[in-house]
């Protein structure tokens, strides 16, 4: 293995009412580094997202990727190898990743188009992206614990395409609507309390027009909520469906969901990018 090395975690975003604002690090990983590609890792072309992204940050020679994030199905994968390729970079010249987080963020959020899986993925935990800069929550012991039940449907999702779907324009009572779920969202976190997640990741600005073509999505998140999961959205631009549940339940969720899909269980990841 090379001698620096980068992990950065997967990531949801939008978590229900948070559209293109917040983002929670989850603990699927993407590792890279430079030179020859170790047993179990893949070397990536001139032209891998991750590529661009090293080489934008002044990264030197041919990556490599060891990676658990699955692709196109709304868990951040470009987003987190983009924010672990740019810290790379960063590591590479000696320098500490952190030091240059605003630069990393900026790069990724430019790459990818929307800050809110890049700012997750190098903060970790759950954030809001705003203005250009992240936001971190502060997760209390409950909600740090909590699990993150994934169900998985054997499609993919373009985000590109699903956000060319979306309407240019929403109703006043809309808007209001995902200003009310977000701030409960987020006092939420702010109160480390999981009976305010319930109801607090209804959507109306695009969970509506992505449901549909993800076929047992909106039966996923009803039955998995019926199961004992404080709530549940459309991870990303789907197709993944997310549960944030008490350990205690997890299974149950799990066993809950429709069987044209796999599960994960995971937790939520709160250190970020970092070197290993």
Known sequence: MTETVVRAPASSANLGAGFDVFGMAIDLYADLGVGEAPDGARQLDGNHPAQTAFSRLGGAGPLWMRCNIPMARGLGFSGAVRVGAAALAVAQSGRPVFSEADRILAVSAELEGHGDNVAASLCGGVVAYIDGRAVPFRLGPVLSAAAFVAWIPDVTTSTDASRRALPATVSREHAVHNVGRATQFALACAHDDPELLRGATSD??????RLPSVPGAAEAIEAGVAAGAWCAWLSGSGPTVGFLADRG???????????????????????GTRQI
Not at 256 to 265: E, M, N, R, T
């Open 204 to 209: 109306r600005l695009h969970q509506a027009e």
């Open 249 to 271: 339940v997890a299974d149950e969720v799990a066993k809950s969901l429709p069987a044209h899909g796999h599960v994960k269980i995971l937790g939520i990841d709160t250190t």
